[in-house]
């Protein structure tokens, strides 16, 4: 499946906005470790490698432009080790004997609705020192060619939500601003990120 999603500073208003007529599913916590080697050789290529309490997921991109992002999301160790090419038993092995260390370590309150057809998340990441509120509006597809369709669907809705279009960072770039600008700094370089 294809993650389609399109991100939002959230504030009391778009919140309720967002909620007054989806139906809750459920609130979650879970913890988020993000991984790269220390010249940072995936998160310059738009690569995330991240355990979410206690298991690895890869988001690698399909596409990007100003209004969202779209991943492919791999989930199993195996074909995390294959994409990556790492060598080991296993992947934390795989990881180690590469070099690679924890970035960023942050924990998500997130609460999920259904409205239609899409999936919205509302979430408060906790860093070490400070709070960050954020919201999305997700569509699954099952093809690349179903990107550009969902994506138009997302705009929509976020529109007759009366939702501000502009630029947003994710829960881990914002970390990244905050407490570690020389990481930042290679995103920004990289164009991964814009200022």
Request: charged letters at 35%; glycine letters at 6%; hydrophobic letters at 30%.
């Given at each position: 499946?294809?993650?389609?999603?399109?991100?939002?500073?959230?504030?009391?208003?778009?919140?309720?906005?967002?909620?007054?007529?989806?139906?809750?599913?459920?609130?979650?916590?879970?913890?988020?470790?993000?991984?790269?080697t220390p010249d940072h050789k995936l998160?310059?290529?738009?690569?995330?490698?991240?355990?979410?309490?206690?298991?690895?997921?890869?988001?690698?991109?399909?596409?990007?432009?100003?209004?969202?992002?779209?991943?492919?999301?791999?989930?199993?160790?195996?074909?995390?080790?294959?994409?990556?090419?790492?060598?080991?038993?296993?992947?934390?092995?795989?990881?180690?004997?590469?070099?690679?260390?924890?970035?960023?370590?942050?924990?998500?309150?997130?609460?999920?609705?259904?409205?239609?057809?899409?999936?919205?998340?509302?979430?408060?990441?906790?860093?070490?020192?400070?709070?960050?509120?954020?919201?999305?509006?997700?569509?699954?597809?099952?093809?690349?060619?179903?990107?550009?369709?969902?994506?138009?669907?997302?705009?929509?809705?976020?529109?007759?939500?009366?939702?501000?279009?502009?630029?947003?960072?994710?829960?881990?770039?914002?970390?990244?601003?905050?407490?570690?600008?020389?990481?930042?700094?290679?995103?920004?370089?990289?164009?991964?990120?814009?200022?």
């Amino acid at each position: 499946m294809i993650e389609v999603e399109r991100k939002f500073v959230m504030n009391k208003e778009n919140a309720d906005s967002l909620t007054k007529n989806a139906k809750f599913l459920r609130e979650i916590v879970f913890t988020d470790i993000y991984y790269d080697t220390p010249d940072h050789k995936l998160t310059t290529k738009d690569i995330w490698l991240r355990k979410r309490n206690g298991k690895f997921e890869l988001k690698i991109p399909l596409g990007r432009n100003e209004q969202a992002d779209q991943y492919k999301e791999i989930e199993t160790e195996d074909e995390i080790k294959k994409e990556l090419k790492l060598n080991g038993k296993d992947l934390s092995e795989g990881l180690q004997k590469n070099g690679f260390k924890e970035f960023c370590t942050c924990t998500t309150t997130r609460k999920k609705y259904k409205n239609g057809q899409f999936t919205i998340d509302l979430d408060q990441v906790e860093f070490k020192k400070g709070t960050y509120c954020i919201g999305e509006i997700e569509l699954m597809v099952k093809t690349e060619s179903e990107m550009e369709k969902a994506l138009q669907q997302i705009s929509k809705f976020a529109k007759s939500q009366k939702l501000t279009f502009a630029p947003v960072r994710g829960k881990v770039v914002e970390y990244l601003s905050r407490f570690n600008p020389e990481h930042y700094k290679a995103l920004l370089n990289a164009g991964v990120i814009k200022a």
